[in-house]
């Protein structure tokens, strides 16, 4: 393995102290950040950490002045701007740095949720019936739209502006989240159908030849009855909340004869449809019938130790290390004007 210099892009509040003895290292908010450098430093590669916010001077900075072999790519917006991430790697493909994680055109289709339904709806995949509700317009009712559904917004990721009150069942309450969600998020709205089901997340890591990771699921069996199963931002990020109801993840067991390989082919296809690369994770829904639902897909996803995405390279094989060496990898083999 040759050893490279690496600068890691990452939120300048996100920057791991340099000393952190006596710090609960698996609840801290820099946990991906942190797990990321050490281990890079520990397999040998020289690694500066780099706080961005909104200026693209301390990319540049650092480019001109360590002429770094790849940018390791942790930032998921740009000055509070989730779909401003896609431009910062188009940034560094115009000054000719290597990147990880994905490309421009993927990050702008898959950030978009209405988007990316449309694209994949055409090439026949199947995803949620679905209606947006722009900022600023009357929140009209859509026929085709049948209840309950849930509601998003359009752009943000991490579960962000979704919770039990997400789901709703007539127009009122579809009216209502919708203000919630331009008002609190700041975003556009998309509604979809809900499905009732499984929820599955399936990861997969290449450019042009992909590797699929086992189907993991997220298992909320404990959560109350009266409440829907869904990711709320308090089941993915509230520790108490997911110890109190036995909320984990894990490999999906029990899938009907040939089912995983469907889904990780449906995985396989959204990835290339969407004209994703480096790494992603695609999050699915299965209805009690056995019909495969995609949600959304996911570009740069969570990739701290422990984690969802390197928990299912570890049943697969693969190491954290490997993992983060195939990453590298896969940035420095990436060709923008390849792309097609």
């Known amino acids: 393995m040759r050893k490279r210099r690496v600068s890691v892009l990452m939120h300048e509040a996100l920057v791991p102290p340099e000393e952190t003895t006596g710090v609960d290292l698996a609840t801290v908010e820099w946990k991906t950040e942190f797990d990321v450098v050490t281990t890079l430093r520990e397999m040998g590669h020289e690694v500066q950490m780099v706080g961005v916010r909104s200026d693209l001077t301390a990319i540049r900075n650092v480019i001109d002045a360590w002429k770094p072999h790849i940018a390791f790519n942790l930032l998921e917006e740009f000055d509070g701007v989730a779909v401003y991430d896609q431009n910062v790697v188009a940034y560094l493909e115009l000054l000719r740095v290597p990147y990880t994680g994905c490309n421009p055109r993927g ?3 898959a950030r978009d949720k209405a988007l990316s339904k449309k694209v994949l709806s055409y090439h026949r995949i199947s995803v949620p019936e679905f209606a947006v509700f722009p900022v600023g317009r009357k929140v009209k009712s859509r026929k085709r739209l049948s209840f309950p559904v849930i509601v998003k917004s359009i752009s943000q ?54 590797k699929v990771f086992p189907v993991w699921e997220l298992f909320l069996g404990g959560m109350p009855d009266e409440v829907r199963h869904i990711a709320t931002a308090r089941v993915k990020w509230s520790l108490n909340y997911r ?20 889904i990780q082919h ?15 994770r695609i999050d699915i829904r299965l209805d009690p019938t056995g019909k495969v639902y995609v949600l959304e897909a996911n570009p740069n996803p969570e990739v701290a130790y422990g984690e969802d995405f390197a928990e299912s390279a570890e049943k697969a094989g693969v190491s954290y290390e490997v993992l983060l060496q195939r990453v590298l990898d896969l940035g420095l083999q990436w060709r923008p004007d390849r792309l097609g």
Not at 252 to 259: R, V
Not at 266 to 280: D, E, F, I, Q, T
């Open 266 to 280: 449906v995985a396989k296809r959204v990835y290339r449809v969407l004209n994703l690369s480096g790494y992603a």
């Open 107 to 109: 990050l702008m289709l």
């Open 243 to 262: 110890k109190k109801h036995g909320i984990k993840s894990g490999e999906a067991k029990g899938l009907p004869e040939g089912m995983v390989e469907a």
């Open 157 to 210: 990721e991490a579960s962000l502006g979704i919770s039990q009150a997400s789901i709703v069942d007539n127009d009122d309450k579809l009216r209502e989240r919708v203000a919630f969600i331009h008002t609190n998020v700041g975003t556009d709205a998309i509604a979809e159908r809900y499905i009732e089901g499984r929820e599955l997340y399936v990861g997969v890591l290449g450019n042009m030849r992909l």
